[in-house]
């Protein structure tokens, strides 16, 4: 890590350490901590500095989220949602608008994006939210399901239908007509923020409205996907980093038929398993980072493939780390019982498994054809 990263991860590990297990108990994170953790310009890292950020590659920013996520899963989410949320506005924002929106999301207030719906999650082209132009308005109508960090955020990038295209909005959540209603009880990232967010006419400048209205759905949505997929598997690594030192620790000390855990063979695998887990997902994680950064056309794949290869160990690890502690990991909100529950959702948010399985089925059928 660079220094910049370094002091934004001490400052991250600062806040969670020791408090995650209580947010997580009651799915609630403290607004300060996301305030002075969005002052500071960690919450979307690699926003330049002009704009308030801390300017950091993917590889950095990445090595940021990854030591977030092994503390708090939830907290790493809010990041994660956060610089999508950022990066969308980057991408497809005029400088008016980038001007307007990055530094607020650099000062302390929070953002969410707005993707899912009841019957269109996987499938955004089955989208039936609206995003339509009147005059020099835009008025925004749907329900978006699962959006994360939404109960905290001040603005939210929406997605939805514009013509015989899609469109984005950047939604006030304080905007008259929208309504948020937190998910009860969700199995992992408790303390994220889901929620089901409903937009009833509402009605915003049509400076709001960033850039590509009309194109096709999937043209608007692949880039901010791509960061969030990269985010998502950098977070996955910081699990697997606290479940392999949950394992190594207790095996360590924890002793049956006279000898440490760590001596048993069967022990020994599980602990073999997770680190070659952190070892695949973070040189995986690495690569895409990389190919990001280098803006190489493949960094579309590297991202899916990272996020698919760390996901997967992830919940295998989790697994494998609750198996080797047994009741002492069988506690709720231990550590390695919240990596067994969030690593399950990982498998399943910026593309399930079986999402990232045919796109990199697609990808080796052109490139090994």
């Not at 994170?29 to 002052?39: A, D, K, N, S, W």
């Not at 990445?62 to 980057?90: F, H, K, N, P, Y």
């Not at 980038?98 to 993707?115: I, W, Y």
């Not at 019982?337 to 399943?348: C, F, P, Q, S, T």
């Amino acid at each position: 890590m660079n220094q910049v990263t370094e002091q934004a991860a001490a400052l991250a590990t600062a806040l969670a350490e020791g408090k995650a297990e209580e947010w997580d108990r009651r799915a609630e994170l403290p607004r300060e901590v996301i305030r002075e953790l969005g002052t500071k310009g960690v919450l979307c890292a690699d926003v330049p500095e002009r704009f308030g950020g801390l300017g950091l590659s993917s590889l950095d920013n990445g090595q940021l989220i990854a030591a977030t996520g092994e503390v708090c899963s939830s907290l790493r989410s809010i990041m994660t949602s956060q610089g999508i949320a950022a990066w969308t506005v980057r991408r497809f924002g005029s400088a008016e608008q980038q001007e307007d929106f990055l530094p607020r999301l650099t000062s302390g207030e929070s953002a969410g994006v707005a993707f899912s719906e009841p019957g269109a999650g996987s499938d955004l082209a089955a989208m039936q939210t609206t995003i339509t132009r009147d005059g020099d308005s835009i008025v925004v109508d749907g329900v978006k399901v699962w959006v994360t960090g939404a109960h905290y955020a001040s603005l939210l990038v929406v997605f939805g239908r514009y013509g015989t295209g899609a469109a984005m909005a950047v939604v006030p959540t304080d905007a008259a007509g929208v309504d948020i209603e937190r998910v009860p009880d969700p199995l992992g990232c408790r303390a994220a923020g889901h929620a089901t967010v409903r937009l009833r006419g509402v009605r915003l400048p049509a400076e709001h409205l960033l850039g590509g209205a009309g194109m096709p759905v999937t043209m608007l949505a692949t880039s901010p996907l791509t960061h969030g997929r990269i985010s998502v598997a950098w977070g996955c690594v910081g699990m697997l980093r606290a479940c392999l030192r949950a394992v190594v620790r207790h095996s360590a000390k924890r002793e049956t038929f006279g000898s440490p855990l760590s001596e048993h063979q069967l022990i020994r695998r599980h602990v073999a398993e997770l680190y070659a887990g952190e070892r695949t997902a973070t040189h995986a994680c690495e690569r895409a980072s990389a190919d990001w950064d280098a803006k190489r056309p493949q960094h579309i794949s590297a991202a899916v493939l990272a996020k698919h290869v760390a996901a997967g160990q992830a919940a295998r690890g989790a697994a494998g780390a609750v198996q080797v502690l047994a009741s002492a990991g069988a506690v709720n909100s231990h550590v390695v019982a919240r990596a067994y529950r969030d690593a399950k959702l990982m498998e399943i948010i910026e593309g399930s498994n079986e999402i990232s399985q045919l796109l990199l089925a697609d990808e080796a059928m052109t490139v090994w054809a």
